[in-house]
């Protein structure tokens, strides 16, 4: 019928439109975005990973642990460390921290090597720099094979490749040990160079060999070996022991210089 000839061509008419409405109101369909590419810090590492947190504990006591900013693993069973941060605890009834910008830890020989700003800190205020050092957790020893800078309050020095036995306390200078004292107003009371120094920070000493000089209140003192006694925290020189070739010239003492195999100064 008429009627419904015209009702079909209606409902193909409005069909076409409402396919040219959709289709015109679909934007063209974007391709998919690709993932960001993961940047690898060295494609040799089987382990990358945001930060780290290692800890050495016996029976019930932490030796020590190591935290980083970020790790690498490699298969040979070393790590590479960045921002290391290393907490010695309760050492002769002090806490060490040592830091670093990187480091380099192996499983195997359970040592780690620092590079870049190696600072170590003890709870009692006593610091010591370097450029590199390592750490070896077998006898708890910090070596460094490079110039070296220590102190505490008003006692500084600097030296050539050292070892700092954290068990004993005890810091050893290798060459070109140079030690300086000051007082409060920041004027300098004692200085000594030597060839070799040892700070024993338990027993409160200052050794020096190697053709010792020292300079304190107007004095010069020279020795092939020398002892300074320190007050316990390490800030003035209470005596000097010289062993070996000992002189000491000028100061206000009664006399103008004495020399003798040995010397003994006891300072009030």
């Known amino acids: 019928m008429r ?40 494609a040799a590492a089987l382990l990358e990973a945001a930060g780290c947190e290692i800890n050495r504990v016996s029976g019930v006591r932490q030796d020590f642990k190591v935290t980083c900013d970020r790790q690498l693993a490699y298969e040979d069973g070393t790590s590479k460390l960045f921002g290391v941060r290393i907490d010695v605890r309760e050492r002769q009834g002090r806490d060490f921290v040592i830091t670093g910008d990187e480091a380099v830890a192996n499983d195997k020989s359970r040592e780690i090597s620092l590079t870049g700003r190696v600072k170590l800190t003890a709870s009692d205020g006593f610091e010591l720099t370097s450029h590199a050092a390592s750490f070896r957790e077998s006898d708890g020893i910090v070596r460094s094979p490079g ?45 000594f160079t030597a060839g070799r120094a040892t700070l024993d920070r338990t027993r409160n000493f200052l050794a020096l060999e190697g053709t010792v000089h020292a300079v304190r209140g107007g004095q010069t003192i020279d020795a092939d070996r020398a002892t300074a006694r320190l007050t316990e925290k390490e800030e003035a020189i209470t005596a000097i022991e010289l062993r070996g070739s000992a002189r000491v010239a000028g100061g206000s003492a009664a006399f103008d210089a004495m020399s003798a195999r040995d010397i003994d100064l006891d300072y009030a």
Do not use: C
């Open 147 to 191: 110039a070296v800078s220590f102190g505490r309050g008003l006692m500084s020095g600097t030296g050539v490749g050292m070892t700092y036995d954290r068990n004993a306390d005890v810091l050893t200078i290798a060459e070109q040990a140079h030690v300086s004292f000051a007082d409060e107003a920041g004027e300098n009371t004692g200085e």
């Open 3 to 42: 009627w419904q000839k015209r009702a079909r061509i209606g409902v193909a008419i409005f069909g076409i439109a409402v396919a040219a409405v959709v289709y015109f109101a679909i934007d063209e369909r974007e391709p998919p975005k690709e993932a960001p590419a993961v940047v690898r810090v060295d």
